[in-house]
């Protein structure tokens, strides 16, 4: 049974139920500080909030969360909701060229990340396979040790756009496959990331960007909870309400823009409250930011193509904030995105956006 199959690929041990249809619970953010805020809102909460039924897809039959998240910060790994394990740090690849991908993504492997993002959108998934490769036979990594997400765009919601993310990163599988928006039929988008993992081509699936209604619809129509969910995520767009509804679900919030994106950055670079910080400690102001993110229990992949930056990204285990540093970072959340349609995307992407407006 291929279920069975992927149970052994993804290293789960627990028996898991087949056939749960997920409702919709109460919203409750998470505490201060606590890395484990999403662990805290328990699998007894999601369970309470499940209803039973059967869904019409053939994967709705796929398993609600096996377990709660476990994020653990010094470790820099969190077990996700189905076993899997994860690291919560690593490299983005938005806005870079292939060329510069494939330098960023040998050059964070070689500094130790290993959590590495792209995306078919950011026309560089050959770029990253082409870094990943070079650390591979370089002997700095086995492929086993990576953890390479990608996600689909809407005109890749089939076998093809699966197989072809896979061929562009010339990899067997990758360890994360995101529907990276909530456009077109993202329904069938879910389906097929499902069905990516049940033919062990992902071992873990994500919805990015999708609001809270669309969450709880894809969740409804198809059964299964996404282990991840990634949403624009900095100082001055905390997100806590949605760290807090995806904890039902026992899903990884996953920080993109966590220093605010490029060309946004100098905001939090030289913001005072974070210098502060950073001169205490003697560390960067991004370092600071990031640590802040792991602190609160967030996944990150900074995006970088200067080597000195991304060497530094991945030294956040040496120093930790306080209770009072946490609060006052906490303290400059504004509720205000920084997205806005820049960078080096195709013009059939571009176009393929419509009148679509961001939303997550
Ligand atoms: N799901 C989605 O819809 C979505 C959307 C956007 C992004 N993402 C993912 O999230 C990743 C992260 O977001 P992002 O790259 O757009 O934004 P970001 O990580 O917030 O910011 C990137 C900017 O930060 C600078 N930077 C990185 N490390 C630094 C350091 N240590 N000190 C000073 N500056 C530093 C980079 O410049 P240098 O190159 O000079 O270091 C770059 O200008 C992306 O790369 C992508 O993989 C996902």
Redesign the pocket.
């Known amino acids: 049974m291929a279920y069975m199959s992927r149970r052994a690929f993804i290293g789960l041990s627990s028996t898991l139920a087949a056939g749960t249809v997920f409702g919709l619970g109460a919203c409750s953010a998470p505490s201060a500080n606590s890395a484990n805020s999403q662990q805290q809102t328990s699998a007894t909460e999601a369970s309470q909030a499940e209803a039973s039924g059967s869904a019409s897809s053939s994967v709705a039959s796929l398993t609600a969360p096996s377990q709660a998240l476990s994020f653990d910060v010094e470790a820099g790994k969190v077990t996700l909701s189905n076993g899997v394990e994860m690291p919560t740090y690593g490299i ?4 870079l060229t292939p060329e510069q991908a494939a330098e960023s993504v040998f050059w964070a492997i070689e500094a130790g990340a290993r959590l590495i ?2 995306a078919a959108a950011y026309n560089n998934e050959e770029g990253v396979g082409q870094g990943i490769a070079r650390a591979i036979d370089a002997g700095l990594v086995q492929r086993e040790e990576l953890f390479v997400t990608t ?1 689909l765009w809407n005109n890749g919601y089939s076998e093809d756009g699966v197989n072809g993310a896979l061929e562009r990163l010339g990899l067997d599988y990758v360890d994360l496959l995101f529907v ?1 928006q909530a456009m077109g039929d993202y329904l069938h988008g879910y389906e097929i990331v499902l069905q990516a993992m049940e033919e062990e081509k992902t071992r873990s699936v994500g919805l ?2 999708h609001t809270n209604a669309q969450f709880v619809e894809v969740i409804s129509a198809l059964g299964v909870a996404p282990q991840v969910a ?1 949403y624009e995520c ?1 100082p001055h767009l905390q997100r806590h309400a949605a760290q807090g509804f995806l904890a039902q679900y026992e899903t990884q919030l996953e920080s ?7 060309g946004n ?1 100098q905001v939090f ?1 030289e913001d005072e409250t974070i210098l502060g910080i950073a001169q205490a400690h003697n560390k ?1 102001a ?1 370092q600071i930011i990031e640590r802040w993110h792991l602190q609160e229990g967030r996944v990150i ?6 080597q000195d ?1 991304i060497r ?2 991945t030294a956040l285990f040496d120093f930790s904030l306080s209770d009072d540093e946490m609060a006052s970072i906490r303290s400059l959340d504004q509720n205000s995105a920084y997205y806005g349609m820049v960078g080096s995307m195709s013009q059939d992407v571009l176009e393929s956006f419509g009148d679509y407006t961001f939303e997550a």
Do not use: R
């Open positions: 983005g690849t938005y806005i993002d792209t996600k990276h990015s960007n990634q900095h993109w823009f966590p220093l605010g994106g490029k950055t670079l960067s991004a992949m900074p995006g970088s193509h200067n930056h530094e990204n």
